[in-house]
């Protein structure tokens, strides 16, 4: 490994950005000098969660760690290092008929990356988080050890690690669990809510289909405050799919790309753009319910087939702020949530509403419990932080959270993480900013 490898590093927002050590190597023996040789060290996959969790003073990135180990077709287990990719699982599995159980709205981020995040999807209500369906996975710690974390061995380092935003140590390998499917397409059901006490009572009426999920209208007030669109799918059976599509049920044609050349003019994208973009997606879908079939990267990766679309938000950059408030006051605190951005005027032209089922309290790092989330993308400006703050403060009247995976401006949230910091040599930018703020 090179000395003083500092270079400018930023996640998938391109904010923050940081000039810090960041090495990638795929020698478990060099990997271990690194940690023996620096403090403060972080794990990093593929630089696509909006916050600042895997930004630190020495960054191991894991890119290199890029092979599989094993594929146990017939139980549907994958074993692979951590820095493998979703969207490689994918195109290894689909064809045999296998998927993620529980897969986030990009298949661009790493294995290790899911675990340290344990992420979620459009199914927590029914299948939970990322894992739920990991075996076990080989962890090195401070000292430089590999140790084997599963929920037999070594359970507090298992459930230390999951969700726990890479402060117990640098994942190296992991083994997890797939779903079987009979097709790569999902069969989909988009219906139109007015306002927030539809969209709410839809969710309701929707908790026995496997994925759930609403764009909604953040911009709208009175008595068109929560206008959205639902979207709730299952995977579809071979019989489902239209005649074209039954011939190569598990393949998927490839697409068109397109790729955003440049960061936008800062000017481009303001409340007024964001207000039309609003209007036009919820016209674009004519009748107040359409059904159809379409393949999965399509209804889980919608952004993902345009590359760099994060230049849209020009050099400055953006946030993702999520947050969840329980089920019993969702949509009263979600109602409080949605005018204080229409009165910021700092729309977000992304903002998702999710379900959520009962938490898992032996992950007790991990972001979702039994409630509703919102996340939205706001530009970095000047009054963002003012608004970041404010909504902070809703979220802590209703006793909500933060999800740490898209944080990077909230004032709190961290504090579970307090007896791990106090001990670990693994620590972030982000660990770091929210500490110095409690």
């Known amino acids: 490994m090179k000395p003083n490898f500092i270079q400018k590093v930023t996640n998938w927002g391109n904010y923050p950005i940081v000039e810090k050590e ?16 620096n403090n403060e060290v972080i794990a990093r996959g593929n630089g696509r969660c909006y916050g600042d969790a ?47 159980y529980v897969t986030p709205g990009t298949k661009f981020i790493s294995v290790g990356g899911a675990i340290a995040s344990d992420v979620h999807g459009k199914n927590h209500h029914m299948e939970g988080c990322f894992s739920e369906y990991v075996v076990e996975f080989k962890l090195m710690i401070e000292n430089g050890d590999i140790i084997t974390c599963s929920r037999e061995e070594n359970q507090d380092k298992f459930w230390a690690t999951i969700g726990g935003m890479g402060l117990t ?106 207000k039309i973009f609003n209007f036009f997606y919820f016209k674009k879908q004519s009748k107040k319910e359409v059904t159809n079939i379409i393949d999965y990267e399509t209804f889980f990766y919608p952004l993902d087939f345009v590359k760099d679309w994060n230049k849209i938000y020009g050099k400055s950059g953006f946030i993702q702020y999520q947050m969840m408030i329980p089920k019993q006051t969702g949509k009263e605190g979600m109602k409080k949530i949605l005018e204080t951005i229409a009165n910021s005027g700092n729309g977000s032209f992304l903002a998702v509403l999710k379900l959520y089922g009962k938490e898992n309290p032996q992950a007790y790092n991990s972001f979702p419990f039994e409630g509703y989330s919102l996340a939205l993308d706001f530009k970095v400006n000047s009054k963002l932080k003012k608004l970041i703050d404010q909504l902070d403060d809703i979220v802590e009247e209703y006793n909500g959270r933060i999800y740490l995976t898209k944080d990077s401006m909230s004032r709190s949230s961290l504090t579970n993480y307090l007896k791990n910091v106090q001990s670990s040599k693994f620590v972030s930018l982000q660990h770091k900013r929210i500490i110095n703020n409690i």
Not at 27 to 37: G, M, P, Q, Y
Not at 237 to 258: I, M, N, S
């Open 22 to 37: 960041m090495r990638s190597d795929d020698s478990f023996r060099k990997i271990k000098d690194f940690v023996l040789n």
């Open 54 to 100: 895997s930004l630190g003073e020495h960054i191991f990135s894991t890119k290199k760690l890029n092979k599989f180990i094993s594929f146990d077709r017939l139980n549907g287990i994958i074993e692979c290092e951590s820095g493998v990719l979703l969207s490689d699982v994918l195109e290894i599995t689909v064809p045999q008929g296998y998927f993620l």
């Open 169 to 274: 140590g640098i994942i190296l390998t992991a083994k997890f669990r797939l779903k079987n499917i009979q097709t790569a397409y999902i069969r989909q059901e988009s219906i139109k809510a007015e306002n927030l006490d539809e969209i709410f009572s839809l969710f309701e009426e929707s908790e026995n289909w496997t994925y759930t999920v609403a764009w909604i209208d953040c911009l709208q007030k009175g008595k068109n405050i929560g206008r959205s669109i639902l979207m709730r799918g299952e995977h579809a059976f071979q019989q489902e799919l239209p005649q074209h599509l039954k011939e190569k049920p598990l393949r998927l044609k490839k697409k068109f790309e397109p790729t955003v050349p440049f960061y936008f003019p800062g000017f481009v994208l303001n409340a007024l753009t964001v």
